[in-house]
């Protein structure tokens, strides 16, 4: 595998239900990244870790719970969540927190 | 505050047809500025890096140039395949977030 992989691709749940993002990077880069996007509206940045650090968390619900076990992975753990919340979620990586960020193909989330 | 606008908001154009993107920011000290292609159903691609304006990249039919209040991506004679929706982003100095653009939303027809 080769730059920024996701699974599951797309995702039906709950509002009830318990599940989790995975992303992973093979590019060597040192710094993960979250976002949410929806229809017409700007990326929105969720979280950042850096050297598995939580450098950013940007007001983002608390029914959405990051982890980043090494610099390599990065997960979204998803509880309770709300139809609005359906959305494009992308993952990201650089190497540092400066310049281009190089993106996962993304999740489409749909919660019922 | 930081902010990062695009326009248009789609463009049609036919195959051949050359145009222009703009990307407008308002940032307190502009760090670099990104652009990306996105196609339906795919996580964003990185295409070019600004530093400074008078900067210019290329790339194909492509070609950024940046000033102190934007940014234009340039699409020389276009096809089809080049159909997609183009994101500016920028970093501010003295900060590490990245702040999107809503898109160009680009169709060129055969």
């Known amino acids: 595998e080769t730059g920024v992989t996701q699974t599951p691709r797309h995702l039906v749940m709950g509002m009830t239900n318990k599940k989790s993002l995975k992303c992973e990077q093979h590019l060597g880069h040192n710094a993960m990244y979250w976002y949410k996007q929806s229809a017409k509206k700007p990326l929105e940045l969720m979280f950042v870790?850096?050297?598995?650090?939580?450098?950013e968390n940007n007001s983002v619900p608390s029914r959405f719970s990051p982890e980043c076990p090494n610099s390599s992975h990065l997960f979204l753990h998803l509880h309770t969540l709300q139809p609005e919340d359906s959305a494009l979620y992308l993952c990201a990586s650089s190497l540092g927190r400066l310049g281009e960020q190089y993106f996962g193909p993304g999740t489409r989330l749909t919660v019922t | 505050e930081d902010q990062v606008t695009q326009s248009p908001e789609a463009l049609r154009l036919q195959e051949g047809e050359s145009s222009s993107l703009n990307c407008s920011y308002t940032?307190?000290?502009?760090?670099?500025l990104f652009w990306y292609r996105q196609d339906p159903g795919k996580g964003p691609e990185f295409l070019f890096t600004?530093?400074?304006a008078g900067e210019e990249k290329e790339k194909e039919r492509l070609k950024a140039t940046l000033t102190k209040k934007e940014s234009f991506l340039h699409i020389t004679a276009p096809k089809p395949e080049d159909s997609a929706t183009y994101l500016c982003a920028v970093q501010a100095s003295g900060g590490f977030k990245t702040i999107f653009g809503a898109g160009t939303r680009l169709f060129v027809k055969a």
């Open positions: 600004l530093y400074s």
């Open positions: 940032v307190s000290g502009l760090r670099g």
């Open positions: 870790y850096s050297l598995e650090e939580r450098v």
